[in-house]
Protein backbone atom coordinates (compact mmCIF):
# COMPACT_ATOMS: atom_id res chain seq x y z
CA UNK A 1 0.00 0.00 0.00
CA UNK A 2 2.82 2.29 0.88
CA UNK A 3 4.29 1.25 -2.47
CA UNK A 4 1.44 2.09 -4.33
CA UNK A 5 0.38 5.29 -2.48
CA UNK A 6 3.90 6.92 -3.26
CA UNK A 7 5.14 5.26 -6.38
CA UNK A 8 3.53 8.41 -8.97
CA UNK A 9 5.30 11.27 -6.55
CA UNK A 10 9.09 9.99 -7.19
CA UNK A 11 9.37 8.69 -3.51
CA UNK A 12 12.66 7.08 -2.50
CA UNK A 13 11.38 4.88 0.02
CA UNK A 14 13.75 2.94 2.73
CA UNK A 15 13.79 1.34 5.50
CA UNK A 16 15.92 -0.86 7.52
CA UNK A 17 17.88 -3.97 7.48
CA UNK A 18 18.81 -6.63 3.95
CA UNK A 19 15.45 -6.94 3.21
CA UNK A 20 15.80 -9.63 0.19
CA UNK A 21 11.65 -10.36 0.38
CA UNK A 22 11.04 -6.45 -0.52
CA UNK A 23 13.44 -5.56 -3.40
CA UNK A 24 10.45 -4.90 -5.19
CA UNK A 25 8.52 -2.70 -2.44
CA UNK A 26 11.79 -0.42 -1.35
CA UNK A 27 14.13 1.62 -3.08
CA UNK A 28 16.54 1.36 -0.33
CA UNK A 29 18.10 -0.24 3.06
CA UNK A 30 19.88 0.91 5.80
CA UNK A 31 22.47 -0.88 7.46
CA UNK A 32 23.67 -0.14 10.61
CA UNK A 33 25.58 -2.69 11.80
CA UNK A 34 29.23 -3.08 13.35
CA UNK A 35 31.62 -2.79 10.77
CA UNK A 36 34.36 -5.63 11.15
CA UNK A 37 37.37 -5.99 9.16
CA UNK A 38 36.48 -9.06 7.69
CA UNK A 39 33.34 -8.41 6.23
CA UNK A 40 32.83 -8.93 2.43
CA UNK A 41 30.60 -6.70 0.08
CA UNK A 42 28.30 -9.71 -0.17
CA UNK A 43 24.85 -7.96 -0.55
CA UNK A 44 26.88 -5.09 -3.28
CA UNK A 45 27.87 -8.43 -5.19
CA UNK A 46 24.58 -10.27 -5.37
CA UNK A 47 22.16 -6.90 -5.38
CA UNK A 48 23.81 -4.07 -6.86
CA UNK A 49 21.93 -2.65 -9.38
CA UNK A 50 19.19 -3.23 -8.20
CA UNK A 51 18.38 -2.02 -4.85
CA UNK A 52 20.51 0.57 -2.34
CA UNK A 53 22.51 -0.24 0.60
CA UNK A 54 23.43 2.75 2.62
CA UNK A 55 25.09 3.71 5.71
CA UNK A 56 29.13 4.30 6.83
CA UNK A 57 28.55 4.76 10.83
CA UNK A 58 31.61 5.37 12.58
CA UNK A 59 32.84 6.34 16.16
CA UNK A 60 33.51 10.10 15.81
CA UNK A 61 36.86 9.73 17.87
CA UNK A 62 38.17 7.09 15.22
CA UNK A 63 41.31 8.94 14.06
CA UNK A 64 41.76 10.14 10.09
CA UNK A 65 43.59 7.13 8.76
CA UNK A 66 41.11 4.39 10.41
CA UNK A 67 37.75 6.65 8.80
CA UNK A 68 39.27 6.78 5.30
CA UNK A 69 39.61 3.23 5.45
CA UNK A 70 36.28 2.00 6.19
CA UNK A 71 34.43 4.56 4.44
CA UNK A 72 36.85 4.08 1.43
CA UNK A 73 35.83 0.91 1.54
CA UNK A 74 31.90 1.28 2.30
CA UNK A 75 32.00 3.72 -0.76
CA UNK A 76 33.72 1.42 -3.12
CA UNK A 77 31.32 -1.15 -2.40
CA UNK A 78 28.95 0.94 -3.76
CA UNK A 79 27.25 2.53 -0.19
CA UNK A 80 25.99 6.33 -0.30
CA UNK A 81 27.66 7.12 3.22
CA UNK A 82 26.37 8.54 6.34
CA UNK A 83 24.90 8.19 9.36
CA UNK A 84 27.33 9.90 11.65
CA UNK A 85 27.47 11.74 14.83
CA UNK A 86 27.21 15.25 14.81
CA UNK A 87 30.13 16.07 16.25
CA UNK A 88 32.13 14.74 12.62
CA UNK A 89 31.26 18.85 11.96
CA UNK A 90 33.90 19.53 14.44
CA UNK A 91 36.25 17.13 12.28
CA UNK A 92 37.20 19.16 9.29
CA UNK A 93 39.77 16.48 8.27
CA UNK A 94 37.05 13.83 8.51
CA UNK A 95 34.83 16.14 6.86
CA UNK A 96 37.22 16.56 3.53
CA UNK A 97 37.72 12.88 3.27
CA UNK A 98 34.12 12.68 3.08
CA UNK A 99 33.52 15.21 0.51
CA UNK A 100 36.46 13.74 -1.70
CA UNK A 101 34.43 10.57 -1.36
CA UNK A 102 30.93 11.87 -2.31
CA UNK A 103 32.23 13.54 -5.11
CA UNK A 104 33.79 10.48 -6.81
CA UNK A 105 30.81 8.22 -5.63
CA UNK A 106 28.41 11.16 -7.47
CA UNK A 107 30.97 11.20 -10.68
CA UNK A 108 30.66 7.46 -10.93
CA UNK A 109 27.10 6.52 -10.14
CA UNK A 110 26.79 4.28 -13.35
CA UNK A 111 29.05 1.62 -11.81
CA UNK A 112 28.42 2.39 -8.18
CA UNK A 113 24.18 3.04 -8.14
CA UNK A 114 23.06 1.62 -11.26
CA UNK A 115 25.99 -1.10 -12.06
CA UNK A 116 26.96 -4.25 -11.03
CA UNK A 117 29.88 -5.13 -8.70
CA UNK A 118 32.12 -7.78 -10.13
CA UNK A 119 35.72 -8.56 -8.25
CA UNK A 120 37.83 -6.93 -5.89
CA UNK A 121 41.32 -5.28 -7.11
CA UNK A 122 43.75 -8.45 -7.20
CA UNK A 123 47.63 -7.10 -7.45
CA UNK A 124 49.88 -9.64 -8.49
CA UNK A 125 52.23 -8.81 -6.13
CA UNK A 126 51.35 -7.86 -2.03
CA UNK A 127 50.97 -4.73 -1.25
CA UNK A 128 52.00 -2.55 2.27
CA UNK A 129 49.74 -2.95 4.55
CA UNK A 130 48.57 -0.22 6.84
CA UNK A 131 47.04 -0.54 10.13
CA UNK A 132 43.48 0.78 11.29
CA UNK A 133 41.42 0.46 14.59
CA UNK A 134 37.58 1.50 14.60
CA UNK A 135 36.26 2.28 17.90
CA UNK A 136 32.73 0.88 18.79
CA UNK A 137 30.06 2.62 16.09
CA UNK A 138 27.06 2.89 18.62
CA UNK A 139 25.93 2.26 22.29
CA UNK A 140 24.89 -1.43 21.86
CA UNK A 141 28.61 -2.09 20.84
CA UNK A 142 31.67 -2.22 23.14
CA UNK A 143 33.86 -4.08 20.59
CA UNK A 144 37.14 -2.44 19.03
CA UNK A 145 37.68 -3.92 15.71
CA UNK A 146 41.71 -3.54 14.85
CA UNK A 147 42.88 -4.69 11.71
CA UNK A 148 45.23 -4.23 8.29
CA UNK A 149 44.41 -3.20 4.84
CA UNK A 150 46.30 -3.05 1.57
CA UNK A 151 48.07 0.30 0.46
CA UNK A 152 45.51 0.81 -2.39
CA UNK A 153 41.70 -0.81 -2.53
CA UNK A 154 39.73 -1.30 -5.19
CA UNK A 155 36.91 -3.02 -7.30
CA UNK A 156 35.66 -3.91 -10.57
CA UNK A 157 32.29 -2.74 -11.62
CA UNK A 158 30.45 -3.25 -14.74
CA UNK A 159 28.59 0.29 -15.46
CA UNK A 160 24.85 0.15 -16.73
CA UNK A 161 26.01 0.82 -19.68
CA UNK A 162 28.17 -2.51 -20.02
CA UNK A 163 31.43 -1.19 -19.83
CA UNK A 164 33.72 -2.37 -17.26
CA UNK A 165 35.37 -0.15 -14.89
CA UNK A 166 38.43 -0.40 -11.86
CA UNK A 167 37.57 1.79 -8.72
CA UNK A 168 40.61 2.40 -7.33
CA UNK A 169 41.28 4.46 -4.15
CA UNK A 170 45.05 5.23 -2.52
CA UNK A 171 44.80 4.69 1.46
CA UNK A 172 48.12 6.41 2.30
CA UNK A 173 50.11 9.49 2.13
CA UNK A 174 52.43 8.40 -0.42
CA UNK A 175 52.19 7.62 -4.47
CA UNK A 176 51.52 3.55 -4.86
CA UNK A 177 52.07 1.91 -8.65
CA UNK A 178 51.17 -1.90 -8.78
CA UNK A 179 50.23 -4.41 -11.11
CA UNK A 180 46.86 -6.28 -10.86
CA UNK A 181 44.97 -8.72 -12.57
CA UNK A 182 42.48 -7.69 -15.36
CA UNK A 183 38.65 -8.65 -14.53
CA UNK A 184 38.11 -11.79 -16.71
CA UNK A 185 35.26 -11.56 -18.79
CA UNK A 186 36.19 -13.70 -21.45
CA UNK A 187 38.30 -11.87 -22.88
CA UNK A 188 41.48 -10.73 -21.09
CA UNK A 189 42.13 -13.86 -19.33
CA UNK A 190 45.64 -13.84 -17.77
CA UNK A 191 45.90 -9.98 -18.04
CA UNK A 192 47.49 -7.74 -16.10
CA UNK A 193 47.14 -3.97 -15.62
CA UNK A 194 49.56 -1.24 -14.50
CA UNK A 195 48.07 1.32 -11.77
CA UNK A 196 49.10 4.18 -10.21
CA UNK A 197 47.78 6.35 -7.87
CA UNK A 198 48.99 9.54 -6.57
CA UNK A 199 48.80 10.20 -2.64
CA UNK A 200 44.78 9.55 -1.15
CA UNK A 201 43.80 9.51 -5.00
CA UNK A 202 41.08 8.59 -6.11
CA UNK A 203 40.91 7.09 -9.97
CA UNK A 204 38.46 5.25 -12.29
CA UNK A 205 40.05 2.93 -14.71
CA UNK A 206 38.13 1.47 -18.08
CA UNK A 207 39.04 -1.04 -20.31
CA UNK A 208 40.76 0.45 -23.59
CA UNK A 209 43.45 -0.69 -24.81
CA UNK A 210 44.87 -4.31 -24.28
CA UNK A 211 47.91 -5.74 -25.23
CA UNK A 212 49.65 -9.50 -24.42
CA UNK A 213 50.57 -8.05 -21.18
CA UNK A 214 49.44 -4.99 -19.58
CA UNK A 215 47.13 -1.99 -20.72
CA UNK A 216 47.80 1.43 -20.45
CA UNK A 217 44.82 4.07 -20.72
CA UNK A 218 44.12 7.08 -22.16
CA UNK A 219 44.41 9.77 -19.80
CA UNK A 220 40.83 11.12 -20.46
CA UNK A 221 39.43 8.04 -18.93
CA UNK A 222 40.94 8.76 -15.83
CA UNK A 223 38.94 10.76 -13.19
CA UNK A 224 40.72 12.22 -10.37
CA UNK A 225 39.22 14.46 -8.04
CA UNK A 226 40.84 18.26 -7.49
Not at 20 to 48: C, I, N, T
Not at 152 to 180: I, K, S
Request: aromatic share 10%; proline share 6%; charged share 25%.
Amino acid sequence: LIRCAYNDRGAFLTTEGAGEAYLDLFDGFLQVVERKPEDVPFWSAVYSGYTTYFCSSENVDDDSQSFRIQQSREMLWGHPLGWFDPGILDKPQKVEILRRLCTFRQNNLDALAYGSLLDELRPVSPLPEIEYTWKPRANWSKSVNRGTCPAVVGNWWRTADGETVLLAANLTDHPQTLECKVWDDGRHAGKTAAVSLEAHELKRIGIRQINNQTFQLPKSTQRRLP
